[in-house]
């Protein structure tokens, strides 16, 4: 346990040089060897952001998602959340649902981030799953329990960078979760129906 | 550097695949193609889950007990755990949550050793010894914090099902929450081992002991998990099968460690 935390802690100052050695746009793209560090990096960041009290809210969340937004793979989420139906959708639905449903995504994870200020993080290590997936393990130390968080990375097609495609908590899938209530969902109602319902969900929270 | 490579390969095997004519023609389609190609690719991991109706013979009488229990939650269990997490500090909830989780010991024991976990069932004696004692009546927690012993919670429900034992139609219990057929069952057993609740004394005369007990454990449990609950409730589009599909995953994957 103690060892790990030593060599992420070497990692991330490794990856730190190694960012800063190589400019801004390879410090957002992750590579397979750095997912540790890089998200070790972004957490820690995160949480200073939160305990920061002369920050406003609005520029806490958007700080924190100038860290998450380059790792969030929002556009192969909203695939996944409809699964089969995405391809029935008409280029103006899959951009209105994919901005709806990445507002969404955005929003519940900084409300969980902001119940858990006060808690610590550990980054585990990293399970190749296969040649394009990787799990990240981390955990949360809760007050009187610990949380399993698993990230899990696919290499993007696009560029080969790591991207998190879903992430799960003590054992609950965040994709699967949507994925069962939107097909639940659309087996009464209609696609803008949902993205009407997930707009006026977005507007009140 | 490394990106660059992979790219320059890429595009070169996608030059050296397509005809360099059709490939101008079709870009759109040929966009789409990768496009479906990508998702099915991530998509094989989710497929097994979707299509499968859910066997829910109790649906209505679900649905009805969980808006029973959510009108509990905020009106009764929030608001007085909220008041009681004011008046009392952090450290002594903590000390409080310690001392019913260190009671819960035989549970956890025997339910290793029913599942074989013979490892574990002596991390737990072995924390139970130290922190009934140095510990001060388990209301700290030395065994983790200088022996790294972690405790290991199982239950009958996860025993049943370390043998094969599927979950059955799912329940909605009063005030408990989200549960199936045979996670309901397995509080009796449970609770025949469990120092804190009503059926371990076996007397009816003790009831409200239990149920005291009972009490002081809930609301001292939500002061500590206080906001998870409303920011879980965000998350539903239908609050039901949202909360039912986040219980039965969580319980496969406890049954699966």
Redesign the interface.
């Known amino acids: ?1 103690k060892l790990s935390k030593l060599i992420i802690k070497k990692y991330s100052i490794i990856s730190l040089a190694f960012s800063l050695s190589f400019g801004v746009s ?1 410090a957002y ?1 992750i ?1 397979e060897e750095n997912i540790a560090s890089q998200m070790q990096v972004n957490i820690n960041k995160t949480t200073l952001l939160l305990q920061n009290e002369q920050l406003k809210q609005e520029d806490k969340k958007i700080q924190i998602f100038e860290l998450f937004d380059p790792v969030f793979d929002y556009s ?1 989420m909203s ?2 959340a409809l ?2 139906k ?2 029935k959708l008409s280029n103006d639905q899959k951009e209105h649902f994919e901005n709806a449903f990445t507002h969404k995504l955005k ?2 994870y900084i ?2 981030l ?2 858990y200020t006060d808690e610590k993080v550990i980054i585990n290590q990293t399970e190749k799953v296969k040649s ?1 997936r990787i799990k990240l393990h981390t955990e949360l130390i ?3 329990q ?1 949380y399993k968080i698993i990230y899990k990375f ?1 290499r993007s ?1 696009k ?3 790591w991207l998190i ?1 879903d992430v799960e908590m ?4 965040i ?3 949507y ?7 659309l087996s009464s109602n209609s696609m803008d129906d949902l993205i009407k ?1 997930l707009d006026k ?1 977005n507007a009140t ?1 | 550097m490394k990106i660059f490579l992979v790219l320059f390969v890429l595009s070169f095997s996608l030059y050296g695949v397509n005809p360099p004519i059709s490939k101008y023609i079709n870009t759109t389609q040929q966009k789409v193609a990768i496009e479906d190609d990508f998702t099915s690719d991530l998509e094989d991991e989710f497929d097994d889950e979707s299509g499968v109706e859910v066997v829910d013979p109790f649906s209505g009488y679900n649905r009805s007990m969980t808006y029973f229990n959510d009108v509990v939650y905020v009106n009764i269990l929030i608001p007085v755990a909220t008041e009681y997490a004011n008046i009392v500090h952090d450290d002594i909830r903590e000390g409080i949550s310690n001392v019913f989780s260190n009671l819960v010991f035989p549970v956890r024991f025997v339910n290793n050793v029913l599942q074989l976990k013979f490892d574990n069932a002596i991390e737990e004696t072995g924390r139970f010894l130290v922190n009934s004692t140095i510990g001060i009546l388990g209301i700290f927690d030395p065994a983790k914090d200088e022996l790294n012993w972690e405790a290991h919670e199982e239950d009958f429900g996860q025993t049943l099902g370390f043998y094969g034992v599927g979950p059955g139609p799912h329940v909605v219990l009063p005030f408990l929450g989200p549960s199936n057929v045979r996670d309901a069952f397995s509080i009796i057993p449970d609770s025949m081992l469990n120092p804190t609740s009503e059926y371990f004394y076996d007397l009816p005369s003790e009831m409200s002991n239990g149920i005291i007990l009972n009490g002081v454990y809930y609301i001292n449990k939500s002061s500590l998990h206080l906001g998870e609950y409303e920011s879980i409730k965000k998350d539903a589009i239908d609050l039901y099968p949202f909360m039912r599909d986040l219980y039965e995953q969580n319980r496969k994957s406890q049954i699966k460690e």
Do not use: C, P
Request: aromatic fraction near 8%; glycine fraction near 6%; charged fraction near 35%.
């Open positions: 346990m390879s793209a590579q192969s695939k996944i699964g089969k995405w391809r929003q519940s409300d969980k902001k119940l394009t809760g007050k009187d610990t696919h097609k560029n080969a960078e495609y003590i054992g609950v899938s994709m699967k979760t994925r069962k209530q939107f097909s639940d969902y319902k969900n929270n």
